[in-house]
């Protein structure tokens, strides 16, 4: 092999058409709407641009350049430039990169290597426009991964707020394709949105699923009212196919993947509640799922159950409910609820009750506590459930269920029940007040006597003029509510008792004289 005699410009004009003939085949092999195919090309165009291709020697005899592409590591390609063949040392089994970095360095010698890349890229608007007037579920998935490809390449360098606005062009570029048709428009953004959420859960596998928890949840949420639009829409024959192949989908993304469960659950509910409603096609589902091994499907056969009105079956399963997935069951008692399957429910609300304690302690986080136990009482509200077995679930409930516990006994009438209540968990006034205290005080006022006292002793226990005046105020509350009672005596004993005993804070004396508290 010759040493270099002979300039890179001067071999490109030497070897010109076959270079051009080159390209021309290579522009016909790669597929810019393939993902492979345009992560190719721009690697090899970024190569170039960054100077890492540099030319080791040239045989004028044998028509051969060797060439040296500076990559992670550097890689020696081979270029036969009358045969149009290439060789790389790097371990890839067809066109690669550093190869394909060396042709355009020797085409852009003579053309513009951006104008071919552009002519290159723009067969992919050519061919997507053609693919949108074809009404099969393949050319509308070709269409989706064109855009998804189109503006993913670098996400894995790239900040959440990077990847929202990327996800929001993909968007952008799915409705320039809209079939024209406004019966067609429903089931195109339903089929497109359901394949980009796909999309979005493979990426989960390499990039952190938060980057896309907050992109598919809106997007699911959305799709609801999509759905709920398209069922109410005759159904086109012709879209049989689409819907065949949603089914398709939501399988691989609800069954397949591990990474944000909610979501998922909320993908097949929306799908199977609302789009998905006749029992022939919930049956072959449920048969699906029956049949599937190596994962476990146990909520997802209860969610059918339910759908099916198959007690037996589900009686079955919530044996298995466990503290860490109440959310789920919670979700499914919702849907029971929905389809007004009072057995399903109770069902449901009867497997969960021996693990709300554990969940609400130990799996859910302090601020959501409260918001969950409350939601999770509203369901246990429609169905029978003995008093006694009610009282242990609130319970169960421990602090976090005290408004819930606290309804049912002012429903019961035990009005001192709910005070002892409130005792033992030292409620505030404020909490007291929004958990029934008014309706007490109307029904039986004496009973809320006591407990006024302790809220008022425990304000003068902190002895600043604050907490005294808070105190008399809870004192004029329990004043008004022994006038109610009829316990006048005993109120202006009370409040003479009160006097002698903090006779020497003279700064709460004053504060009892301005209450005007006898009566």
Request: charged share 25%; proline share 3%.
């Amino acid at each position: 092999m010759l040493l270099l005699s002979h300039s890179l410009f001067n071999i490109a004009v030497r070897y010109q058409t076959h270079i051009q003939q080159w390209m021309e085949t290579i522009s016909d092999d790669l597929n810019p709407s393939i993902k492979e195919d345009e992560e190719l090309v721009r690697r090899a165009s970024f190569s170039v641009r960054n100077g890492i291709v540099s030319t080791l020697s040239y045989d004028p005899y044998e028509h051969v350049l060797t060439a040296k592409v500076q990559d992670v590591t550097p890689v020696i390609v081979t270029i036969y430039l009358l045969d149009e063949q290439v060789k790389c040392n790097c371990p890839e089994n067809r066109l690669c990169r550093h190869s394909l970095a060396v042709i355009f360095s020797l085409y852009m010698q003579k053309f513009s290597l951006s104008e071919w890349v552009q002519e290159w890229r723009s067969k992919k608007t050519e061919q997507l426009s053609l693919l949108s007037n074809e009404r099969t579920p393949e050319s509308w998935n070709a269409i989706v991964q064109s855009a998804f490809n189109a503006v993913s390449a670098d996400w894995s360098w790239k900040e959440r707020y990077y990847i929202d606005n990327s996800i929001m062009q993909m968007k952008q570029k799915l409705k320039k394709y809209r079939p024209f048709e406004r019966e067609w428009q429903p089931i195109y953004d339903i089929y497109t949105r359901t394949m980009l959420i796909r999309l979005l859960f493979e990426s989960t596998e390499e990039l952190n699923e938060s980057m896309f928890r907050s992109s598919i949840q809106a997007d699911i949420e959305e799709m609801q009212h999509q759905l709920l639009n398209l069922s109410n829409k005759p159904r086109l024959f012709a879209a049989d196919a689409f819907y065949d192949a949603l089914v398709l989908h939501v399988r691989y993304i609800v069954y397949d993947f591990e990474a944000m469960f909610d979501l998922r659950f909320n993908l097949l509910h929306a799908f199977w509640v609302i789009l998905f409603s006749e029992k022939t096609r919930r049956e072959e589902e449920f048969s699906y799922l029956n049949e599937l091994i190596g994962f476990n499907n146990d909520l997802f056969r209860a969610f059918f159950c339910v759908l099916l009105k198959k007690k037996d079956e589900l009686q079955l399963i919530t044996q298995k409910v466990h503290a860490s997935n109440m959310p789920e069951w919670m979700h499914l008692a919702k849907l029971a609820k929905e389809q007004d399957d009072l057995t399903s429910l109770t069902t449901i609300l009867y497997a969960m009750r021996p693990h709300i304690f554990d969940y609400v302690n130990s799996h859910l986080s302090a601020w959501n506590r409260s918001l969950f136990v409350s939601k999770l009482y509203e369901l246990y509200k429609f169905i029978d459930i003995p008093d006694a077995e009610r009282e242990q679930l609130f319970w169960q409930f421990g602090t976090f269920g005290v408004r819930a516990y606290s309804d049912f006994l002012i429903e019961q009438s035990r009005f001192k029940d709910w005070v002892a209540l409130h005792h033992r968990f030292e409620s505030t006034l404020d909490y007291a007040e929004s958990c029934g205290m008014k309706t007490v005080l109307q029904e039986a006022p004496e009973t809320v006597l006591p407990f006024y006292h302790v809220l008022a002793v425990s304000e003068v226990r902190e002895r600043n003029r604050h907490n005294y005046k808070q105190a008399v105020r809870i004192w004029k509350k329990m004043k008004s509510a022994a006038k109610k009672s009829g316990k006048t005596d005993y109120w202006n004993d009370y409040v003479n008792e009160v006097q002698l005993k903090y006779k020497r804070l003279r700064a709460l004396q004053e504060e009892i004289q301005k209450g005007n508290l006898p009566l």
